[in-house]
């Protein structure tokens, strides 16, 4: 877009765009991380406090449950967003939004031009699902899914790919992705269901075949 349109016209788009879904972070009580040229990064209000580590497993469970709820409907709410936006090119936008849930280092960087920022594996991986999402879509981690349990009327999810970060050739960590789908009428939902179920049927498939013939060669060797 950036080739059609000019760099003034893109500013003014990402501070429309910007301030709408910081009312979003807002509406849902999530928190803005910050924001990386055409990249907006937000994380859930995780209580780090001491206080906040004791709570009953179930009280953090019902937590990354409502965060989890809130990230999604979050999610379809930007998508909408950016589906509607008038572009100053005159064609769709489409953003792709990766979620994930998991564990991060968080702090303030610098002493000069101060910058507040997320590390961590999982933090990797979150950027990780969003570089191979979905154009217009959402997809979320593995660790999300049982988190969306209750929403099951209100969403469909359906396996996507693996995706592995690797580092300088070091593997780093590998989560297999899902894509979220609005599930508005029953059928719909019955559709990405059994879709979903011949999915993992091949993928189950497929990993007992290589265990047994990993075990046929093991065989082999032994012999």
Do not use: W
Request: aromatic share 6%; net charge neutral.
């Amino acid at each position: 877009m950036s080739k059609e349109t000019s760099p003034t016209a893109v500013i003014t788009m990402l501070k429309h765009l910007y301030t709408i879904f910081d009312a979003l972070v807002l509406q849902y009580d999530l928190f803005k991380v910050q924001t990386i040229g055409d990249a907006y990064i937000v994380m859930s209000n995780v209580d780090s406090t001491a206080a906040g580590r004791e709570q009953s497993v179930q009280a953090s469970t019902r937590k990354a449950e409502q965060d989890a709820h809130a990230m999604v409907r979050m999610a379809f709410d930007m998508v909408r967003t950016i589906r509607d936006y008038p572009a100053p090119h005159g064609k769709p936008l489409r953003m792709r939004i990766g979620i994930h849930f998991g564990s991060v280092a968080a702090g303030v960087i610098g002493t000069k031009k101060l910058r507040y920022d997320i590390f961590g594996t999982d933090a990797l991986l979150g950027n990780a699902l969003e570089s191979n999402g979905v154009s217009g879509g959402v997809v979320v981690s593995e660790a999300v899914v049982p988190l969306l349990a209750q929403l099951h009327r209100q969403y469909a999810i359906v396996p996507h790919e693996m995706v592995t970060l690797v580092e300088q050739g070091e593997f780093i960590g590998e989560t297999m992705s899902y894509r979220v789908h609005v599930a508005r009428t029953l059928a719909l939902q019955r559709l990405l269901m059994q879709r979903a179920f011949s999915l993992l049927c091949a993928h189950t498939d497929a990993s007992a075949r290589d265990a047994a013939a990993a075990a046929a060669d093991g065989g082999a060797a032994r012999e």
